[in-house]
């Protein structure tokens, strides 16, 4: 059974940062991408950030322009991990953030919903 969990949420002030935690088991995404969605109350649930495989141990990283410049995504493939570091944090970033991988090694399929396994979910809540 493949699980993704997250870890890391909680309550910040803005302007803050926190870091987000995905560890994977049951199996091994080394060639997958992998990447982070959330959703607010009232919204749809939209792309965050992924990472790509590339070759070998090389992965490279996509951000939606809403987070670019202050989030920074990374993966430990030896550890099966992907965290998500969150910078200069926003009250519009208050969401709760899920953990996905796709079956495709390429962040624009995990984009456009191409999403085999989703984590729990983590509350991040930030205060104005």
């Known amino acids: 059974q493949v699980t993704l969990v997250e870890s890391g949420g909680g309550l910040v002030q803005a302007g803050d940062s926190l870091r987000l935690s995905c560890t994977a088991s049951?199996?091994?995404?080394?060639?997958?991408?992998m990447g982070w969605f959330r959703q607010a109350p009232g919204k749809e649930r939209e792309f965050v950030a992924a990472?790509?495989?590339?070759?070998?141990?090389?992965?490279?990283?996509d951000y939606a322009n809403s987070v670019k410049g202050r989030f920074i995504i990374s993966r430990d493939s030896s550890k099966n991990t992907l965290d998500l570091q969150m910078n200069n944090l926003k009250p519009e970033d208050t969401a709760v953030y899920y953990c996905?991988?796709?079956?495709?090694?390429?962040?624009?399929?995990?984009?456009?919903?191409?999403?085999?396994?989703w984590g729990q979910g983590t509350q991040v809540t930030i205060s104005s």
């Open positions: 990472t790509s495989w590339i070759t070998g141990c090389t992965y490279a990283p």
């Open positions: 996905a991988a796709s079956r495709d090694s390429r962040s624009i399929a995990l984009r456009a919903g191409s999403v085999a396994y």
């Open positions: 049951g199996r091994t995404f080394f060639t997958n991408a």
